[in-house]
Nanobody, 121 residues
């Protein structure tokens, strides 16, 4: 499966961008999906994940500000981000696997380019 993340850019504090991740391949609907983020010098961390059955989990730092969703008909996963803070500045990546544990721990051998979100104060 190939993934293309988009929707990042320069956003003001409090802004609400929506990130999109389009997946190629027919297995999208049965895969679990997730968004991660990484600040240079830090480890990549899980932002949000959604199972094929729409069960969701979020990183503790999200605190109700983000929503992950998926549209299987469009092979797309979204991350709606609200009330952004400067500390949300990072490169956001998406990834997918049929194994939930792999998705939760982010144990992938390859990653796409991600999309940079910069939150100005």
């Amino acid at each position: 499966v190939q993934l293309q993340a988009s929707g990042g850019g320069l956003v003001q504090t409090g802004g609400s961008p929506r990130l999109s991740c389009v997946a190629s391949g027919r297995i999208f609907g049965i895969n679990d999906m997730a968004w991660y983020r990484q600040v240079p010098g830090n480890q990549r961390e899980l932002v949000a994940a959604v199972t094929s059955g729409d069960y969701t989990i979020y990183g503790n730092f999200v605190q109700g500000r983000f929503t992950i969703s998926r549209d299987n008909g469009k092979n797309t996963t979204y991350l709606q981000m609200n009330r952004l803070k400067p500390e949300d500045t990072a490169v956001y990546y998406c990834n997918t696997d049929r194994d939930w544990r792999t998705v939760v721990v982010g144990d992938f051998s390859s990653w796409g380019q991600g999309t940079l979100v910069t939150v100005s104060s």
